[in-house]
């Protein structure tokens, strides 16, 4: 199904870098053949965001250069259709429910992993979803080692601050006041300080940052910013104590 839409939408105006094809256009949804800014990749399905943490990762980290562990939360299909396959990388998925590429059915606020275990971590549109964010970034912090780095991305809105209220229970209820039933809160500017607070070094990368003719060609939106966050010896020593 993949390849043969690929073809359909074969041409040089976008590309897709999680799949690394060259296309007429981007497509409305998964299985959609009408077009779309921005939308899906037809050939690897990538949304927006997973071909903007793409590119970002290509461009500001040593994913594709060293010998990695690597743990992927809620592994994206896009993301890790390729990066398990990696020579360099020691890949783990983990989700609560299953999905592909989840090696372990694992709550990413309690991990059975030891500390100072992986390289790197991906983790992208998952911390909206855990009930306990505090307790996952102190886990996404524990485990991993110092100089390592974590990409976390959620939805956030910068003109607030965080939104949500553990009362609010109901899937109907979370959908209208958060957004979807899936979600616990509406992220907003206090979210770096949550990052800061589980140990977290964190450097802001702006989607609006991004030169129009790259958001263009990759089909970017504005507004999937990159919460680059380090683990350095000094921000370990402050979590533990
Ligand atoms: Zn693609």
């Known amino acids: ?9 074969s041409g ?21 053949i009408k077009t779309r800014e921005k939308g899906y990749c037809p050939r690897c399905n990538s949304k927006a965001r997973h071909r903007r943490n793409w590119l970002f990762l290509k461009e500001h980290t040593d994913l594709f250069k060293k010998p ?8 994206k299909y896009a993301l890790a259709r390729r990066l398990s396959k990696m020579a360099n990388i020691d890949f ?12 372990h059915p694992i709550d990413v606020s309690d991990l059975p992993f030891e500390s100072n275990k992986f390289d790197a971590i991906i983790c992208i549109h998952v911390l909206e ?8 970034m102190h886990e996404l912090h524990r485990v991993l080692k110092e100089g390592g780095w974590a990409l976390i991305t959620v939805p956030i809105d910068f003109q607030r601050r965080t939104y949500e209220d553990p009362t609010i229970q109901s899937a109907e209820a979370r959908k209208i ?3 979807e ?24 990368n702006r989607a ?19 919460f680059f966050c380090k683990k350095s010896k000094s921000s370990q020593r402050s979590a533990t104590q």
């Not at 040089?12 to 959609?32: A, E, H, I, Y």
Request: aromatic share 10%; hydrophobic share 40%.
């Open 208 to 226: 609006e940052d991004i030169p129009q003719t790259t958001q263009i060609k990759f089909g970017i939106m504005e507004n999937e910013h990159v």
């Open 68 to 75: 990695m562990q690597l743990l992927h939360v809620s592994p």
């Open 177 to 179: 006041h958060f957004g």
């Open 92 to 103: 783990t998925g983990i989700d609560l429910e299953g999905r592909p590429f989840a090696n």
């Open 129 to 136: 979803h855990v009930v306990d964010d505090r307790a996952a």
């Open 12 to 32: 040089r105006r976008v590309n897709c870098p999680c799949c690394g094809w060259k296309l007429r256009s981007f497509t409305q949804g998964n299985t959609s």
């Open 1 to 9: 199904m993949l390849a043969g839409r690929a073809i359909l939408f």
């Open 181 to 204: 039933e899936q979600h616990w809160r509406v992220y907003g500017f206090d979210f770096i300080d949550r990052l800061t607070a589980a140990g977290f070094e964190v450097e802001l």
